[in-house]
């Protein structure tokens, strides 16, 4: 398609986002061809020129050289008599009329109020690349009788140099009176100051559209609404996917939220709801999971199966008092005195959860490894699997599970385990001094690498301990100085307790000296507690 383009237009798309950019874009592929004559250029030339200093990270001339070198220039009479209000826009319908073009793109007022000149159509930007129009469309019985009748918001795009359409919304709810609303806002869309000689208009905010749309669309690529299916119970899910994503909260604030979002409309939920509904619906959740997950780990590895699973656990805690999985356990959260439930959490080799379990509170990590064993092998059907846990998921009962089903794995030993390795000479020390290595042990391989983030986060750990020891003894040698008569042996007592309790007496130890308190540090305990940090590895 041939079209004559406006310089504010062209600068526009040049500089900013939007559709004059939009239609920079249909040209740079093919779509289009910009036609234009030598005064034309020359105006394009002049205002770029000084738009250029405002934008120095913006080559403009190697630009407009492209643009002009791949465009139609053609020689174009001037027009005997002026037709546009502003005579320096005269140049672009005289430009059209030279060339036989249809076709002029304009943002600028004078030249809109033109369109239809000698058969030239003068769009917008907006109006050239995506219309928004409301159409009717009628089912009719086979007596010619209208049996439905559907009301949809449309919008048309080109592609590939053809023009396309699509629905935006299905207003077959609306009454007429607010479908000729809408017709009539969308037929004075680029000026919008004609609707002020209407009378007795009232104003309302309308539902927020935006943020549930964007939502709801990236929960159709990813396949969420597929995996949970079209009916009420699983439009619901959805919202409560999309109000969670949109502002977190409880199950009534997501029913607040959809009074003020278009969640409604956008999945064709007709059927109002309560909180009570939603929490019916999570039971109606955990009676589908399974299902649910099958169906998202089709959709995403419908080619390959993945071969690396990732798992971790970790563990909530509960207030109130009908808590059905809660009990005592270690709490990650540290809050004492709450009871808990633990939760799995299985990923594919990208970090994309595939499917979560709640254990019971007082549940060990490594005794929820063999489920996810028989998940990956028989739910997702995989035979290639290395599933990788930290160092306290994987005990000898997990791993002959493992070698039972055929897996593998890939953890993180413990400190003991590194003593015994180095005792018994699988491994020295000075292999650390290379970036990457790996030895092998009874058809175990393990991988030796420097950490020396980790590194560092532990010395200043053991930094942070002392300081904090030291500060107790120098409180302690004040008030055994202030207070003649107190024991040196209780103040000992307290210091040595937090010592204990900071897990370092291995290497620091306070003594007393008369009345007063000293912190010896046991050289050797230290010098083999850096030299084994110092060489952090995994296998």
Known sequence: MRVVIDTNVLISGIFFSGSPSEILKAWRRGEIQFVLSSEIADEYVRVAKILANDFPGIEINSILTLILTNSEIIQAPAIPHQVCEDPDDDMFLACALASECKVIISGDKHLLKLAGYRSIDILTPRMFYVDMYITEVLTKTKKGLVSHRCVLLRESFRKDGKINSRTIANLTHCNPAEVAAMRLALQHKDDLTVLESLKEIDVEQGLSVGAAWLVYQVAREIGIETALGKDRAGKLALWQVMARVINQGSRLSAVRLAQVHAGCDILGLREGFNEDDLYDNLGWLAENQSQIEERLFLKRCSGKKPELFLYDVTSSYFEGECKELSDWGYNRDKKSGKKQVVLGLLCDESGDP?????????????????????????????????????RGMLKSGQITALGEAKFRYITAITKPQIEKLLREGVFQMELFDQPLCEVEQVGIPYVLRRNPERVKEIVDMRRGKKRSIEKLREQANRYLTEHPRARAATQLKKVAMKLEQLKVCGWLRVIAEGKKLELKEDDTALMSFLRLIDHPFSG
């Open 354 to 390: 595939l499917c979560i379990q709640v254990y019971r509170g007082n549940t060990l990590d490594f005794d929820t490894f063999d489920g996810q064993i028989k998940k990956v092998a028989a739910k997702f059907g995989c035979q290639r699997v290395t599933l990788v846990g930290d």
